[in-house]
């Protein structure tokens, strides 16, 4: 499974970069907001930072404009992938641009007919939102599992990128179900490394170690 990270925050993009564990940014205006920077500014950094697949979210919600603003948005940068509205003005450019060759990430995502449409329509990426779902007394993962299993009876291409990812659990049971992808914030993705054993394991070792006065170096 990969990881992308859901932030606009570019020093954590460069930290989490360097380990070798992300795949993959995901944006949207409300995050880039945050940064009081310039939108596309911030896509382009983002880019330079990272060879993995960007999403960069369109703002428009009729057809006409969305095509003009992701016409705009992929000459960024070459991984640049174009994030759409699942509404039918966001399917129809989805499949536009599939046409066109650009990459697509089609968010909002509540059922599985609705991940079946933007398949259909070629996209890159399908966004279920698994903590939304929980919010109002759904189980957001079921979502993925259904999906998983339509996308697997007709051998569709398009991945799953589970988002709105608020636990642990969350990214262990998509990673189960076999979700392609889990956008997560920075700290999510931080906290996976985290084991109370693991810690009692470690502070024993070193202070072993501490009492046999060596060094390795």
């Not at 697949?53 to 057809?63: H, K, L, M, N």
């Not at 985290?194 to 060596?214: E, I, M, N, V, Y």
Request: net charge negative.
């Amino acid at each position: 499974m990969k990881f992308f990270v859901d932030t606009a925050d570019t020093a954590e993009i460069k930290e989490l970069e360097a380990t070798g564990l992300l795949d993959g940014v995901t944006t949207n205006p409300s995050l880039i907001a945050k940064s009081g920077r310039d939108f596309k500014e911030v896509i382009a950094e983002i880019c330079s930072i990272t060879e993995g697949d960007v999403s960069a979210e369109v703002a428009a919600t009729d057809f006409g404009t969305i095509i003009k603003e992701a016409h705009t948005l992929r000459e960024i940068a070459n991984n640049v992938v174009i994030k759409l509205p699942l509404t039918f003005d966001g399917l129809k450019a989805c499949k536009k641009l599939t046409e066109e060759g650009t990459k697509t990430n089609v968010t909002l995502c509540f059922s599985a007919n609705q991940a079946l449409l933007a398949a259909k329509v070629g996209a890159t990426y399908i966004s279920p939102f698994i903590g939304r779902l929980d919010d109002i007394h759904f189980d957001g993962l079921d979502l993925i599992r259904e999906i998983r299993v339509i996308y697997d009876n007709y051998g569709f291409d398009t991945q799953i990128l589970a988002a709105s990812i608020r636990t642990p659990n969350h990214v262990k049971e998509c990673a189960i179900i076999g979700a392609d992808v889990a956008t997560v914030p920075p700290s999510t993705l931080k906290g996976l490394i985290k084991h109370p054993l693991t810690d009692k394991g470690l502070d024993a070792f070193l202070a072993d170690w501490s009492r046999t006065g060596q060094s390795i170096l």
